[in-house]
């Protein structure tokens, strides 16, 4: 009977713990999205607006100078103008309530354009099967700063030149694949930083089935199954 008793103890420790982990992860996680929102207002409000001037006023200098210095003020409009739609595009893939006005798929699609649009690396989206809209609107951000963390991860590390990103709409969840073909490395090896660990903590939240896989000169991967109904 003690050990029966102390059994059941220490069972509920563990739940007690368990629960408090994710309820820490769960508060991190909204710590965080309110950050990114607020970094992402302040690039569509402040600085979007202050590109939006500086861009104004390079067409006019256009218009008043000739010759060479007409064709570099045109050059500086056009950088200014692309600066512009990257910030534009920057802040949407930031702010969560955009995230959850445009939905899972055009948020990563957006992420995919504004990827290809910085000419570091070549990226392509496919997605397949009739698509399913979340029962948790919340998911859909969880499950997208996931790809945003591996995304940034092969733009940091992997030096690949091709990104593919498949979303695969099954009749019980949603199969994602990523992977890249960059130089890859040993995870065994590899010391875990933030960023790996916080993508396992964010599925482990989803009860989704995470793994990644990489190997030298062999570039990186990752396979999420996300569960549609839990």
């Known amino acids: 009977m003690f050990q029966k008793r102390k059994n059941q103890l220490l069972l509920k420790n563990i739940e007690q713990q368990q629960k408090f982990d994710e309820e820490l ?6 710590i ?3 950050t990114l929102k607020h970094v992402g207002r302040e690039l569509h409000d402040n600085v979007g607006q202050m590109l939006v001037l500086a861009t104004m006023q390079m067409k006019v200098a256009a218009k008043t100078v000739k010759d060479e210095a ?3 003020v045109e050059h500086a409009a ?16 930031l ?25 570091l690396i070549e990226c392509s989206l496919s997605i397949n099967g009739e698509k399913v809209n979340f029962e948790n609107k919340k998911d859909e951000i969880i499950l997208f700063r996931i790809l945003q963390e591996f995304f940034s991860n ?10 593919n990103v498949i979303l695969d709409y099954q009749d019980a969840c949603l199969a994602i694949k990523v992977e890249d073909d960059g130089i890859g490395c040993d995870l065994d090896a590899v010391e ?16 989704a089935k995470f793994k990644l896989t990489s190997q030298p000169e062999n570039g990186t991967s990752l396979s999420l199954v996300y569960p549609f109904k839990k």
């Open 78 to 93: 056009m950088a200014l103008k692309d600066s512009l739609e990257e910030v534009r595009a920057l802040s949407k893939s």
């Open 32 to 34: 965080q999205e309110e």
């Open 154 to 163: 092969t733009l940091k590390y992997a030096e690949a030149e091709h990104l």
């Open 25 to 30: 992860i769960k508060t991190q996680q909204e």
């Open 192 to 207: 875990k930083g933030s960023g790996l660990i916080n993508m396992e903590k964010r599925a482990e939240l989803l009860d």
């Open 70 to 72: 007409k064709t570099k």
């Open 95 to 119: 702010n969560s309530d955009v995230i959850f006005n445009l939905g899972f798929d055009e948020t990563v699609k957006n992420e995919i354009e504004r990827l290809n649009k910085t000419g």
